[in-house]
Nanobody, 120 residues
Framework: QVQLVESGGGLVQPGGSLRLSCAAS????????MAWYRQAPGKERELVAR???????NYADFVKGRFTISRDSAGSTAYLQMNSLKSEDTAVYYC??????????????WGQGTLVTVSS
């Protein structure tokens, strides 16, 4: 069973920065893609950024140039560096990965979320 635990959220002023971390109970990020999602109040959960097992990254248009996704070499922790934060970035941020358990089956794993509030 894989557990994901996010940390690093909090209150920050517009234009500020935060770094979110996602700690996995197993070294899975080097073998599996992982992603950060977010969900703002009253809105659907949306993809923020993704990093593949090979290290390729892609970002939602609304964070390009401001956010950076990465992971450590051990594959047990992933990060989301968030710069130039805006009020519209206020949301609960979730860590996500999908692990193959057989040739045909995968299991999705979500963290509990960490709240990011951007406000003056």
């Amino acid at each position: 069973q894989v557990q994901l635990v996010e940390s690093g959220g909090g209150l920050v002023q517009p234009g500020g920065s935060l770094r979110l971390s996602c700690a996995a109970s197993k070294r899975i990020f080097s073998r599996n893609d992982m992603a950060w999602y977010r969900q703002a109040p009253g809105k659907e959960r949306e993809l923020v950024a993704r990093i593949t097992s090979g290290g390729s990254t892609n970002y939602a248009d609304f964070v390009k140039g401001r956010f950076t996704i990465s992971r450590d070499s051990a594959g047990s922790t992933a990060y989301l560096q968030m710069n130039s934060l805006k009020s519209e970035d206020t949301a609960v941020y979730y860590c996500y990965t999908k692990v193959a358990v057989s040739i045909e089956a995968t299991v999705e794993h979500w963290g509990q979320g960490t709240l990011v509030t951007v406000s003056s």
